[in-house]
Protein backbone atom coordinates (compact mmCIF):
# COMPACT_ATOMS: atom_id res chain seq x y z
CA UNK A 1 0.00 0.00 0.00
CA UNK A 2 2.68 2.15 0.90
CA UNK A 3 4.50 1.10 -1.32
CA UNK A 4 2.10 1.86 -4.63
CA UNK A 5 1.25 5.66 -3.07
CA UNK A 6 4.97 6.32 -3.13
CA UNK A 7 5.31 5.42 -6.69
CA UNK A 8 2.58 7.42 -7.87
CA UNK A 9 3.27 10.58 -5.87
CA UNK A 10 7.08 10.10 -6.52
CA UNK A 11 6.08 9.62 -10.45
CA UNK A 12 4.21 13.65 -10.17
CA UNK A 13 6.59 14.79 -8.36
CA UNK A 14 9.22 13.67 -10.57
CA UNK A 15 8.01 14.23 -14.12
CA UNK A 16 6.31 17.63 -13.47
CA UNK A 17 9.11 19.13 -11.55
CA UNK A 18 11.55 18.66 -13.79
CA UNK A 19 9.86 21.05 -16.10
CA UNK A 20 9.38 23.51 -13.31
CA UNK A 21 12.80 23.20 -12.59
CA UNK A 22 13.78 26.83 -12.67
CA UNK A 23 15.72 27.33 -9.25
CA UNK A 24 17.48 24.47 -7.64
CA UNK A 25 15.98 25.45 -3.53
CA UNK A 26 12.70 25.92 -5.36
CA UNK A 27 12.53 22.98 -6.25
CA UNK A 28 14.08 21.25 -3.39
CA UNK A 29 11.06 22.88 -1.20
CA UNK A 30 8.83 21.55 -3.96
CA UNK A 31 10.07 17.94 -3.56
CA UNK A 32 10.14 18.47 0.30
CA UNK A 33 6.90 19.17 0.29
CA UNK A 34 5.11 16.64 -2.02
CA UNK A 35 7.71 14.24 -1.06
CA UNK A 36 6.25 10.76 0.10
CA UNK A 37 6.71 9.81 3.72
CA UNK A 38 7.20 5.99 2.29
CA UNK A 39 11.19 5.98 3.17
CA UNK A 40 10.60 4.23 6.28
CA UNK A 41 8.48 1.47 5.74
CA UNK A 42 9.99 0.95 1.92
CA UNK A 43 13.66 0.44 3.99
CA UNK A 44 11.78 -2.06 6.13
CA UNK A 45 12.01 -3.91 2.80
CA UNK A 46 15.64 -4.48 2.80
CA UNK A 47 16.57 -3.30 -1.02
CA UNK A 48 19.05 -5.67 -2.94
CA UNK A 49 22.69 -4.16 -3.28
CA UNK A 50 24.60 -4.22 -6.18
CA UNK A 51 28.04 -2.48 -6.10
CA UNK A 52 30.65 -2.53 -9.25
CA UNK A 53 34.16 -1.04 -8.37
CA UNK A 54 36.54 -0.38 -11.00
CA UNK A 55 39.95 -0.82 -10.52
CA UNK A 56 42.19 2.01 -11.52
CA UNK A 57 39.37 4.20 -13.47
CA UNK A 58 40.03 7.69 -14.12
CA UNK A 59 36.72 10.30 -13.28
CA UNK A 60 37.15 11.54 -17.18
CA UNK A 61 37.02 7.89 -18.66
CA UNK A 62 33.41 8.05 -19.20
CA UNK A 63 30.39 9.32 -20.82
CA UNK A 64 28.17 11.03 -17.84
CA UNK A 65 31.57 12.86 -16.46
CA UNK A 66 32.38 14.32 -19.86
CA UNK A 67 33.94 11.93 -22.05
CA UNK A 68 32.53 11.71 -25.69
CA UNK A 69 34.62 9.53 -27.54
CA UNK A 70 35.11 6.64 -24.97
CA UNK A 71 31.49 4.73 -25.06
CA UNK A 72 30.26 3.70 -21.50
CA UNK A 73 26.23 3.65 -22.41
CA UNK A 74 25.62 1.24 -19.34
CA UNK A 75 27.31 2.97 -16.91
CA UNK A 76 25.96 6.33 -18.39
CA UNK A 77 22.72 4.86 -17.94
CA UNK A 78 22.98 4.70 -14.22
CA UNK A 79 23.36 8.32 -13.86
CA UNK A 80 20.46 8.72 -16.29
CA UNK A 81 18.36 7.07 -13.58
CA UNK A 82 19.75 7.77 -10.81
CA UNK A 83 22.04 10.34 -8.76
CA UNK A 84 25.34 11.03 -10.00
CA UNK A 85 28.05 12.57 -7.63
CA UNK A 86 30.76 15.06 -9.01
CA UNK A 87 32.76 15.27 -5.71
CA UNK A 88 32.53 11.43 -4.60
CA UNK A 89 36.67 10.97 -2.79
CA UNK A 90 38.30 7.68 -2.49
CA UNK A 91 39.86 7.76 1.24
CA UNK A 92 43.70 6.72 -0.49
CA UNK A 93 45.00 6.97 -4.04
CA UNK A 94 46.39 2.70 -4.21
CA UNK A 95 44.08 -0.17 -4.17
CA UNK A 96 44.93 -2.12 -0.81
CA UNK A 97 44.23 1.28 1.66
CA UNK A 98 41.59 2.58 -0.55
CA UNK A 99 39.60 -0.81 -0.31
CA UNK A 100 39.80 -1.11 3.35
CA UNK A 101 38.62 2.18 4.29
CA UNK A 102 35.54 1.35 1.47
CA UNK A 103 34.86 -2.22 3.85
CA UNK A 104 34.93 -0.33 6.77
CA UNK A 105 34.28 3.06 6.86
CA UNK A 106 37.17 4.06 8.08
CA UNK A 107 40.58 5.83 7.34
CA UNK A 108 42.67 2.99 6.51
CA UNK A 109 45.25 4.31 9.23
CA UNK A 110 42.81 3.12 11.94
CA UNK A 111 43.29 -0.67 11.03
CA UNK A 112 46.90 -0.49 10.33
CA UNK A 113 46.18 -0.86 6.46
CA UNK A 114 48.09 2.56 5.05
CA UNK A 115 52.08 2.78 4.34
CA UNK A 116 54.12 3.60 7.29
CA UNK A 117 57.30 1.42 6.00
CA UNK A 118 57.30 2.23 2.52
CA UNK A 119 55.24 -0.23 1.41
CA UNK A 120 51.56 1.23 -0.10
CA UNK A 121 49.88 -1.57 -1.17
CA UNK A 122 49.89 -5.18 -0.64
CA UNK A 123 52.29 -7.30 -2.41
CA UNK A 124 51.81 -11.02 -2.36
CA UNK A 125 48.87 -13.27 -1.04
CA UNK A 126 51.81 -15.01 0.55
CA UNK A 127 52.64 -12.75 3.22
CA UNK A 128 51.03 -12.29 6.76
CA UNK A 129 49.95 -8.87 6.36
CA UNK A 130 45.65 -7.78 5.75
CA UNK A 131 42.38 -6.48 7.24
CA UNK A 132 42.56 -7.41 10.27
CA UNK A 133 40.35 -9.88 11.64
CA UNK A 134 39.08 -6.79 14.62
CA UNK A 135 37.58 -5.01 11.70
CA UNK A 136 33.60 -4.92 10.81
CA UNK A 137 33.26 -4.61 7.21
CA UNK A 138 29.64 -3.61 6.29
CA UNK A 139 29.17 -6.97 4.77
CA UNK A 140 29.33 -8.31 7.85
CA UNK A 141 26.70 -6.44 9.24
CA UNK A 142 24.62 -6.83 5.90
CA UNK A 143 25.10 -11.11 6.99
CA UNK A 144 23.92 -9.96 10.12
CA UNK A 145 20.51 -8.40 8.74
CA UNK A 146 19.96 -11.21 6.57
CA UNK A 147 21.34 -10.68 3.24
CA UNK A 148 23.37 -13.12 1.35
CA UNK A 149 26.47 -11.79 0.56
CA UNK A 150 28.51 -12.34 -2.39
CA UNK A 151 32.38 -11.30 -3.67
CA UNK A 152 33.55 -11.46 -7.27
CA UNK A 153 36.06 -10.48 -8.70
CA UNK A 154 38.97 -8.43 -6.74
CA UNK A 155 40.20 -8.58 -3.02
CA UNK A 156 43.67 -7.63 -2.20
CA UNK A 157 43.25 -7.44 1.66
CA UNK A 158 45.39 -10.30 2.61
CA UNK A 159 44.82 -14.01 2.69
CA UNK A 160 46.83 -15.83 6.27
CA UNK A 161 47.98 -14.15 9.13
CA UNK A 162 50.17 -17.24 10.46
CA UNK A 163 49.92 -20.62 8.44
CA UNK A 164 49.07 -21.58 5.22
CA UNK A 165 44.88 -21.64 5.84
CA UNK A 166 44.17 -20.11 8.49
CA UNK A 167 42.23 -17.52 6.30
CA UNK A 168 42.79 -14.65 8.59
CA UNK A 169 41.91 -11.98 6.20
CA UNK A 170 40.10 -14.01 4.00
CA UNK A 171 36.77 -12.77 1.87
CA UNK A 172 34.64 -15.52 3.58
CA UNK A 173 36.00 -14.10 7.49
CA UNK A 174 35.37 -10.53 6.55
CA UNK A 175 31.36 -11.01 6.18
CA UNK A 176 31.27 -12.52 2.61
CA UNK A 177 28.97 -15.66 2.23
CA UNK A 178 30.24 -16.24 -1.16
CA UNK A 179 33.52 -15.46 -2.87
CA UNK A 180 34.66 -15.95 -6.38
CA UNK A 181 38.14 -14.31 -8.12
CA UNK A 182 41.28 -13.22 -6.96
CA UNK A 183 42.91 -13.19 -3.94
CA UNK A 184 45.14 -10.58 -5.48
CA UNK A 185 44.91 -8.21 -7.56
CA UNK A 186 45.34 -7.80 -11.67
CA UNK A 187 49.08 -7.27 -13.16
CA UNK A 188 51.55 -7.52 -15.58
CA UNK A 189 53.31 -10.96 -14.29
CA UNK A 190 49.83 -12.33 -14.93
CA UNK A 191 50.30 -12.03 -18.37
CA UNK A 192 52.77 -14.39 -19.97
CA UNK A 193 53.35 -12.25 -22.65
CA UNK A 194 53.58 -9.38 -20.62
CA UNK A 195 57.44 -8.13 -19.22
CA UNK A 196 57.55 -9.13 -15.22
CA UNK A 197 56.67 -6.38 -12.92
CA UNK A 198 56.61 -8.16 -9.75
CA UNK A 199 59.47 -10.94 -10.03
CA UNK A 200 62.28 -8.96 -10.19
CA UNK A 201 62.46 -7.52 -6.34
CA UNK A 202 61.48 -11.23 -5.16
CA UNK A 203 63.69 -12.95 -6.96
CA UNK A 204 66.89 -11.28 -5.70
CA UNK A 205 65.11 -11.81 -1.76
CA UNK A 206 65.25 -15.89 -2.70
CA UNK A 207 68.35 -15.54 -4.16
CA UNK A 208 69.61 -13.88 -0.93
CA UNK A 209 68.07 -16.31 1.08
CA UNK A 210 69.07 -19.14 -0.78
CA UNK A 211 72.83 -18.23 -0.65
CA UNK A 212 72.61 -17.37 3.21
CA UNK A 213 70.78 -20.88 4.30
CA UNK A 214 73.81 -22.79 1.87
CA UNK A 215 76.30 -21.17 3.65
CA UNK A 216 74.80 -21.93 7.18
CA UNK A 217 74.32 -25.49 5.59
CA UNK A 218 78.29 -25.74 4.70
CA UNK A 219 79.84 -23.70 7.83
CA UNK A 220 78.12 -26.22 9.92
CA UNK A 221 78.67 -29.03 8.15
CA UNK A 222 82.71 -27.90 8.06
CA UNK A 223 82.21 -27.25 11.96
CA UNK A 224 80.81 -30.99 12.84
CA UNK A 225 83.46 -32.53 10.73
CA UNK A 226 86.12 -30.73 12.88
CA UNK A 227 84.06 -31.14 15.90
CA UNK A 228 83.80 -27.58 16.56
CA UNK A 229 80.21 -27.70 16.93
CA UNK A 230 77.33 -30.30 18.65
CA UNK A 231 74.67 -30.45 15.57
CA UNK A 232 72.79 -33.80 14.44
CA UNK A 233 73.35 -34.97 10.65
CA UNK A 234 69.27 -34.20 10.75
CA UNK A 235 69.38 -30.93 11.37
CA UNK A 236 71.59 -29.95 8.72
CA UNK A 237 69.57 -31.84 6.71
CA UNK A 238 67.03 -30.36 7.51
CA UNK A 239 68.19 -26.82 7.05
CA UNK A 240 69.50 -28.39 3.44
CA UNK A 241 66.31 -29.04 2.64
CA UNK A 242 64.82 -25.72 3.48
CA UNK A 243 67.39 -24.03 1.53
CA UNK A 244 66.28 -26.07 -1.49
CA UNK A 245 63.04 -24.78 -1.17
CA UNK A 246 64.06 -21.52 -1.12
CA UNK A 247 65.90 -22.60 -4.38
CA UNK A 248 63.39 -23.84 -6.03
CA UNK A 249 61.14 -20.84 -5.46
CA UNK A 250 63.67 -18.98 -6.94
CA UNK A 251 64.32 -20.83 -9.81
CA UNK A 252 60.32 -20.95 -10.34
CA UNK A 253 60.13 -17.15 -9.58
CA UNK A 254 61.42 -17.08 -13.52
CA UNK A 255 57.95 -17.13 -14.88
CA UNK A 256 56.30 -18.58 -12.15
CA UNK A 257 55.21 -15.79 -10.19
CA UNK A 258 52.37 -16.18 -12.06
CA UNK A 259 51.69 -19.18 -9.57
CA UNK A 260 52.16 -17.20 -6.81
CA UNK A 261 49.73 -14.19 -7.15
CA UNK A 262 47.78 -14.68 -9.95
CA UNK A 263 45.08 -17.49 -8.19
CA UNK A 264 41.03 -17.95 -8.40
CA UNK A 265 39.72 -19.08 -5.72
CA UNK A 266 36.20 -20.16 -5.39
CA UNK A 267 35.55 -19.83 -1.57
CA UNK A 268 38.46 -21.13 0.00
CA UNK A 269 39.53 -23.36 -2.56
CA UNK A 270 41.94 -22.30 -4.95
CA UNK A 271 40.44 -23.32 -8.72
CA UNK A 272 42.51 -22.16 -11.25
CA UNK A 273 46.78 -21.69 -10.17
CA UNK A 274 47.68 -19.55 -12.41
CA UNK A 275 44.91 -18.26 -13.33
CA UNK A 276 43.87 -18.03 -17.37
CA UNK A 277 43.48 -14.41 -17.34
CA UNK A 278 42.56 -14.55 -21.55
CA UNK A 279 39.04 -16.00 -19.53
CA UNK A 280 38.85 -14.31 -16.87
CA UNK A 281 36.76 -11.70 -17.63
CA UNK A 282 34.01 -14.85 -18.76
CA UNK A 283 34.27 -16.32 -15.57
CA UNK A 284 33.73 -13.44 -13.56
CA UNK A 285 30.50 -12.18 -15.46
CA UNK A 286 29.15 -16.09 -15.12
CA UNK A 287 29.74 -15.83 -11.38
CA UNK A 288 28.07 -12.52 -11.15
CA UNK A 289 24.84 -13.28 -13.18
CA UNK A 290 24.40 -16.72 -10.99
CA UNK A 291 24.66 -15.28 -7.76
CA UNK A 292 22.09 -12.95 -8.49
CA UNK A 293 19.86 -15.36 -9.98
CA UNK A 294 20.10 -17.63 -7.45
CA UNK A 295 19.60 -15.12 -4.60
CA UNK A 296 16.97 -13.74 -6.44
CA UNK A 297 14.63 -13.92 -3.72
CA UNK A 298 16.56 -11.37 -1.75
CA UNK A 299 17.66 -9.60 -0.18
CA UNK A 300 21.33 -9.79 -1.47
CA UNK A 301 24.41 -7.62 -1.21
CA UNK A 302 26.63 -8.93 -4.73
CA UNK A 303 29.79 -6.62 -4.88
CA UNK A 304 31.54 -6.49 -8.11
CA UNK A 305 34.96 -5.73 -8.04
CA UNK A 306 36.30 -5.52 -11.61
CA UNK A 307 40.23 -6.71 -12.39
CA UNK A 308 39.59 -4.41 -15.10
CA UNK A 309 40.75 -1.52 -15.88
CA UNK A 310 43.93 -2.62 -14.21
CA UNK A 311 47.05 -3.24 -16.27
CA UNK A 312 48.03 -5.39 -18.20
CA UNK A 313 44.57 -4.76 -19.75
CA UNK A 314 43.24 -8.30 -20.82
CA UNK A 315 40.61 -7.70 -22.84
CA UNK A 316 38.52 -10.36 -25.12
CA UNK A 317 38.50 -10.32 -28.87
CA UNK A 318 35.14 -8.59 -29.15
CA UNK A 319 36.42 -5.56 -27.20
CA UNK A 320 40.02 -5.54 -29.06
CA UNK A 321 40.54 -2.97 -31.36
CA UNK A 322 37.56 -1.10 -31.06
CA UNK A 323 37.63 1.77 -29.55
CA UNK A 324 39.24 5.00 -30.06
CA UNK A 325 41.51 4.86 -27.07
CA UNK A 326 43.82 1.75 -27.68
CA UNK A 327 43.73 -1.15 -25.10
CA UNK A 328 43.18 0.97 -22.54
CA UNK A 329 39.60 2.12 -23.75
CA UNK A 330 38.85 -1.40 -25.03
CA UNK A 331 39.20 -2.50 -21.58
CA UNK A 332 36.83 0.51 -20.20
CA UNK A 333 34.50 -0.31 -23.19
CA UNK A 334 34.51 -4.13 -22.25
CA UNK A 335 34.01 -3.06 -18.43
CA UNK A 336 30.79 -1.21 -19.59
CA UNK A 337 29.17 -4.14 -21.68
CA UNK A 338 29.79 -6.07 -18.39
CA UNK A 339 27.74 -4.18 -16.36
CA UNK A 340 25.00 -4.06 -19.20
CA UNK A 341 24.99 -7.65 -18.54
CA UNK A 342 24.52 -7.21 -15.29
CA UNK A 343 22.44 -4.93 -14.97
CA UNK A 344 20.14 -6.66 -18.11
CA UNK A 345 19.94 -9.73 -15.29
CA UNK A 346 18.61 -7.44 -12.54
CA UNK A 347 15.67 -6.32 -15.09
CA UNK A 348 15.01 -9.75 -16.41
CA UNK A 349 14.29 -10.80 -12.46
CA UNK A 350 12.25 -8.22 -12.12
CA UNK A 351 14.88 -6.83 -9.72
CA UNK A 352 15.88 -3.33 -10.90
CA UNK A 353 13.39 -1.48 -8.34
CA UNK A 354 14.12 -3.68 -5.12
CA UNK A 355 17.86 -2.94 -5.56
CA UNK A 356 20.22 -0.11 -5.00
CA UNK A 357 23.08 0.01 -7.49
CA UNK A 358 26.29 1.60 -7.32
CA UNK A 359 29.36 1.91 -9.44
CA UNK A 360 32.43 3.81 -8.55
CA UNK A 361 36.23 3.14 -8.90
CA UNK A 362 39.08 2.68 -6.37
CA UNK A 363 40.72 5.89 -6.78
CA UNK A 364 42.47 7.60 -9.85
CA UNK A 365 43.54 6.59 -13.17
CA UNK A 366 47.39 5.56 -13.25
CA UNK A 367 48.64 8.82 -15.48
CA UNK A 368 52.69 7.14 -15.48
CA UNK A 369 51.18 3.93 -17.20
CA UNK A 370 52.38 3.29 -20.17
CA UNK A 371 54.14 1.49 -22.90
CA UNK A 372 56.46 3.11 -25.65
CA UNK A 373 53.83 5.60 -27.06
CA UNK A 374 50.68 3.88 -25.63
CA UNK A 375 48.69 5.00 -22.76
CA UNK A 376 47.63 2.00 -20.51
CA UNK A 377 46.40 4.31 -17.39
CA UNK A 378 42.94 5.83 -17.31
CA UNK A 379 42.40 9.80 -17.73
CA UNK A 380 40.79 11.98 -14.82
CA UNK A 381 39.57 14.91 -16.53
CA UNK A 382 39.96 18.32 -15.49
CA UNK A 383 41.72 17.41 -12.27
CA UNK A 384 45.26 17.45 -11.59
CA UNK A 385 47.18 14.41 -10.64
CA UNK A 386 46.27 10.75 -10.63
CA UNK A 387 47.06 7.21 -8.99
CA UNK A 388 49.12 7.34 -5.86
CA UNK A 389 48.79 10.95 -5.59
CA UNK A 390 47.13 11.32 -2.49
CA UNK A 391 46.54 15.45 -2.28
CA UNK A 392 45.65 15.85 -5.70
CA UNK A 393 42.59 15.50 -7.10
CA UNK A 394 42.94 13.72 -9.75
CA UNK A 395 43.99 10.37 -7.66
CA UNK A 396 41.13 10.96 -5.59
CA UNK A 397 37.94 12.14 -7.16
CA UNK A 398 36.24 9.26 -8.63
CA UNK A 399 32.75 8.35 -10.27
CA UNK A 400 29.96 7.79 -7.76
CA UNK A 401 26.73 7.09 -9.12
CA UNK A 402 23.75 5.68 -7.29
CA UNK A 403 20.18 4.00 -8.49
CA UNK A 404 17.71 3.29 -7.06
CA UNK A 405 14.14 3.53 -9.38
CA UNK A 406 11.32 5.07 -7.35
CA UNK A 407 12.98 5.59 -4.34
CA UNK A 408 16.13 7.92 -5.37
CA UNK A 409 15.53 10.70 -8.23
CA UNK A 410 16.33 10.29 -11.75
CA UNK A 411 19.23 12.59 -13.49
CA UNK A 412 19.76 14.25 -10.15
CA UNK A 413 23.27 15.52 -9.93
CA UNK A 414 24.95 16.43 -6.59
CA UNK A 415 28.17 18.53 -6.28
CA UNK A 416 28.55 18.29 -2.40
CA UNK A 417 32.01 16.57 -0.95
CA UNK A 418 31.26 12.50 -0.08
CA UNK A 419 33.73 9.92 0.44
CA UNK A 420 33.92 6.00 -0.47
CA UNK A 421 33.19 5.36 2.87
CA UNK A 422 30.30 6.88 3.09
CA UNK A 423 28.31 3.94 1.53
CA UNK A 424 29.26 1.72 4.83
CA UNK A 425 26.93 3.16 6.94
CA UNK A 426 24.65 4.38 4.16
CA UNK A 427 24.13 0.52 3.19
CA UNK A 428 23.77 -0.19 6.41
CA UNK A 429 21.45 1.72 7.34
CA UNK A 430 19.03 0.33 4.38
CA UNK A 431 19.78 -3.42 6.14
CA UNK A 432 18.23 -1.71 9.04
CA UNK A 433 21.27 -2.37 11.02
CA UNK A 434 23.67 0.20 13.14
CA UNK A 435 27.40 1.01 12.54
CA UNK A 436 29.34 0.07 15.13
CA UNK A 437 29.15 2.00 18.18
CA UNK A 438 33.07 0.66 20.14
CA UNK A 439 35.20 2.83 17.26
CA UNK A 440 35.48 5.44 15.01
CA UNK A 441 33.50 5.16 11.52
CA UNK A 442 34.73 7.93 9.06
CA UNK A 443 31.70 7.75 6.01
CA UNK A 444 28.29 9.15 6.50
CA UNK A 445 25.17 7.92 5.78
CA UNK A 446 23.98 9.34 2.20
CA UNK A 447 20.45 9.01 1.95
CA UNK A 448 19.12 12.51 2.76
CA UNK A 449 21.57 13.52 0.51
CA UNK A 450 20.68 11.50 -2.40
CA UNK A 451 16.80 11.50 -1.87
CA UNK A 452 17.20 15.39 -1.77
CA UNK A 453 16.31 15.62 1.69
CA UNK A 454 18.84 18.23 2.97
CA UNK A 455 21.33 20.43 0.87
CA UNK A 456 24.67 19.55 2.33
CA UNK A 457 26.36 16.49 2.83
CA UNK A 458 27.91 16.00 6.21
CA UNK A 459 31.54 15.95 5.32
CA UNK A 460 33.26 19.35 6.85
CA UNK A 461 36.63 18.01 6.71
CA UNK A 462 38.58 15.38 4.61
CA UNK A 463 42.01 14.09 5.28
CA UNK A 464 43.74 13.27 2.38
CA UNK A 465 46.12 10.73 2.80
CA UNK A 466 49.65 9.39 1.06
CA UNK A 467 50.21 6.08 2.62
CA UNK A 468 50.40 7.67 6.44
CA UNK A 469 50.68 11.22 5.69
CA UNK A 470 48.47 14.01 5.30
CA UNK A 471 49.30 15.44 1.83
CA UNK A 472 46.06 17.89 1.93
CA UNK A 473 42.79 18.36 3.75
CA UNK A 474 39.35 19.53 2.40
CA UNK A 475 36.90 21.91 4.25
CA UNK A 476 33.59 22.38 3.26
CA UNK A 477 32.77 25.76 4.32
CA UNK A 478 28.71 25.42 4.32
CA UNK A 479 27.74 28.74 4.74
CA UNK A 480 29.95 30.35 2.33
CA UNK A 481 29.92 27.74 -0.47
CA UNK A 482 33.47 27.44 -0.30
CA UNK A 483 35.67 23.99 -1.17
CA UNK A 484 38.79 24.77 0.76
CA UNK A 485 41.85 22.38 0.14
CA UNK A 486 44.86 23.30 1.76
CA UNK A 487 47.96 21.37 0.57
CA UNK A 488 50.50 20.12 3.34
CA UNK A 489 52.83 17.69 1.01
CA UNK A 490 52.90 17.69 -2.53
CA UNK A 491 54.77 15.54 -5.04
CA UNK A 492 57.32 16.50 -7.02
CA UNK A 493 56.65 16.06 -10.77
CA UNK A 494 58.96 14.50 -13.12
CA UNK A 495 60.42 15.30 -15.65
CA UNK A 496 60.10 18.89 -15.07
CA UNK A 497 56.85 20.28 -16.51
CA UNK A 498 55.01 16.40 -16.66
CA UNK A 499 52.05 16.27 -14.19
CA UNK A 500 53.06 12.98 -12.43
CA UNK A 501 56.63 11.13 -11.85
CA UNK A 502 57.01 9.30 -14.80
CA UNK A 503 60.38 8.33 -14.11
CA UNK A 504 59.35 6.57 -11.43
CA UNK A 505 56.60 4.87 -12.16
CA UNK A 506 54.05 6.14 -8.77
CA UNK A 507 54.62 9.23 -7.29
CA UNK A 508 55.97 8.45 -3.73
CA UNK A 509 54.27 10.00 -0.77
CA UNK A 510 57.62 11.28 1.65
CA UNK A 511 61.15 11.68 1.14
CA UNK A 512 63.04 13.06 -1.82
CA UNK A 513 60.14 12.86 -3.87
CA UNK A 514 57.46 15.35 -1.97
CA UNK A 515 57.57 19.10 -1.40
CA UNK A 516 56.60 20.47 1.80
CA UNK A 517 54.99 23.67 1.98
CA UNK A 518 55.27 26.20 4.59
CA UNK A 519 52.52 28.11 4.82
CA UNK A 520 50.07 25.26 3.07
CA UNK A 521 49.13 25.66 -1.11
CA UNK A 522 45.86 27.00 -0.54
CA UNK A 523 43.11 26.28 -3.69
CA UNK A 524 39.09 26.97 -3.23
CA UNK A 525 37.86 24.09 -5.40
CA UNK A 526 34.71 25.47 -5.82
CA UNK A 527 36.11 28.33 -7.91
CA UNK A 528 39.05 26.68 -9.28
CA UNK A 529 38.81 22.49 -9.00
CA UNK A 530 41.89 21.88 -11.58
CA UNK A 531 43.64 23.35 -8.82
CA UNK A 532 45.74 25.44 -11.43
CA UNK A 533 46.33 28.44 -9.17
CA UNK A 534 47.29 28.82 -5.76
CA UNK A 535 45.27 31.62 -3.21
CA UNK A 536 48.00 33.64 -1.57
CA UNK A 537 47.19 35.96 1.63
CA UNK A 538 46.83 39.20 -1.22
CA UNK A 539 44.53 37.52 -3.95
CA UNK A 540 42.11 35.74 -0.52
CA UNK A 541 41.15 37.73 2.49
CA UNK A 542 40.48 34.75 4.61
CA UNK A 543 43.71 33.16 4.06
CA UNK A 544 45.42 32.92 7.32
CA UNK A 545 42.20 32.52 8.70
CA UNK A 546 40.97 29.09 6.84
CA UNK A 547 44.48 28.12 7.50
CA UNK A 548 44.27 28.07 10.82
CA UNK A 549 40.73 26.60 11.25
CA UNK A 550 42.49 23.50 8.50
CA UNK A 551 45.36 23.20 10.95
CA UNK A 552 43.19 22.72 14.11
CA UNK A 553 40.96 20.33 12.01
CA UNK A 554 44.17 18.51 11.59
CA UNK A 555 44.99 18.74 15.34
CA UNK A 556 41.35 17.43 16.27
CA UNK A 557 41.45 14.21 13.66
CA UNK A 558 45.30 13.48 15.16
CA UNK A 559 43.10 13.10 18.58
CA UNK A 560 41.30 10.47 17.71
CA UNK A 561 44.25 7.79 16.12
CA UNK A 562 45.15 5.50 18.26
CA UNK A 563 48.46 3.02 17.67
CA UNK A 564 47.35 -0.58 15.70
CA UNK A 565 49.61 -3.04 14.25
CA UNK A 566 50.83 -2.12 11.01
CA UNK A 567 49.88 -4.66 8.20
CA UNK A 568 52.19 -3.45 5.75
CA UNK A 569 55.38 -3.42 8.30
CA UNK A 570 58.10 -5.21 6.90
CA UNK A 571 57.41 -8.30 8.75
CA UNK A 572 54.21 -8.51 7.17
CA UNK A 573 55.07 -7.58 3.72
CA UNK A 574 57.31 -10.21 2.72
CA UNK A 575 56.54 -12.95 1.30
CA UNK A 576 56.84 -16.24 3.37
CA UNK A 577 56.61 -19.71 1.49
CA UNK A 578 54.72 -21.12 4.52
CA UNK A 579 51.93 -18.50 4.29
CA UNK A 580 51.78 -19.47 0.35
CA UNK A 581 48.42 -20.67 -1.15
CA UNK A 582 49.16 -23.67 -2.64
CA UNK A 583 46.78 -25.89 -4.90
CA UNK A 584 49.51 -28.66 -4.80
CA UNK A 585 52.58 -29.48 -2.65
CA UNK A 586 54.66 -26.02 -2.05
CA UNK A 587 56.42 -24.84 -4.37
CA UNK A 588 54.85 -27.54 -7.02
CA UNK A 589 51.02 -25.22 -6.92
CA UNK A 590 49.57 -25.85 -10.00
CA UNK A 591 45.62 -26.55 -11.21
CA UNK A 592 42.57 -26.16 -13.43
CA UNK A 593 40.12 -27.75 -11.44
CA UNK A 594 37.37 -26.87 -13.27
CA UNK A 595 38.25 -26.98 -16.64
CA UNK A 596 36.64 -23.60 -17.84
CA UNK A 597 36.86 -22.18 -21.06
CA UNK A 598 34.78 -20.10 -23.32
CA UNK A 599 31.19 -21.32 -23.56
C1 LIG B 1 38.27 10.11 -22.83
O1 LIG B 1 39.11 9.07 -22.32
C2 LIG B 1 40.32 8.89 -23.02
C3 LIG B 1 41.03 7.66 -22.48
O2 LIG B 1 41.32 7.74 -21.12
C4 LIG B 1 41.16 10.15 -22.95
O3 LIG B 1 42.35 9.98 -23.65
C5 LIG B 1 40.35 11.31 -23.50
O4 LIG B 1 41.07 12.50 -23.36
C6 LIG B 1 39.02 11.44 -22.80
N1 LIG B 1 38.22 12.46 -23.42
C7 LIG B 1 37.69 13.48 -22.77
C8 LIG B 1 36.89 14.45 -23.57
O5 LIG B 1 37.82 13.64 -21.58
C1 LIG C 1 9.98 1.03 -11.20
O1 LIG C 1 10.08 2.36 -10.76
C2 LIG C 1 9.82 3.32 -11.77
C3 LIG C 1 10.10 4.69 -11.19
O2 LIG C 1 9.40 4.91 -10.01
C4 LIG C 1 8.39 3.15 -12.25
O3 LIG C 1 8.13 4.08 -13.29
C5 LIG C 1 8.19 1.74 -12.75
O4 LIG C 1 6.86 1.53 -13.10
C6 LIG C 1 8.60 0.72 -11.70
N1 LIG C 1 8.54 -0.59 -12.24
C7 LIG C 1 7.97 -1.60 -11.61
C8 LIG C 1 8.01 -2.93 -12.31
O5 LIG C 1 7.45 -1.49 -10.52
Known amino acids: MLLSLHKISSSISWQSMKEMMFSPSLFLGLYLLLKPPGLQALASHKPNMVIFMADDLGIGDIGCYGNNTIRTPNIDQLAKEGVKLTQHITAAPVCTPSRTAFLTGRYPIRSGMDDIYGYRVLQWIGSSGGLPPNEITFAKILQKQGYATGLIGKWHQGMNCGHRNDYCHHPLKHGFDYFYGMPFSMMADCQITQPPEMAVPLRIRLWFYTQLIALAVLTLTAAKLVHLVHVSWKTIFLLACFGFLFFVSWFSSYGFIRYWNCVIMRNYEIIEQPMKVEISAFLMLREAISFIERHQHGPFFLFVSFLHVHTPLVTTENFTGKSNHGLYGDNVEEMDWMIGRILNTLDNQGLKNSTLTYFTSDHGGHLEAQQGNAQLGGWNGIYKGGKAMGGWEGGIRVPGLFRWPGMLPEGMVI?????????????????????????????????????????????????????????????????????????????????????????????????????????????????????????????????????????????????????????????????????????????????????????
Open 415 to 599: NEPTSLMDIYPTLVHLAGGTVPQDRVIDGRNLMPLLQGNVQHSEHEFMFHYCGGYIHAVRWHQKERGNVWKAHYVTPVFQPEGAEGCYELRFCPCSGEGVTHHTPPLLFDLAQDPSEATALSPDSEPLFHAVLKRIDKAVDEHRRTLTPVPQQLSVYNIIWKPWLQPCCGTFPFCWCDKENDAYL
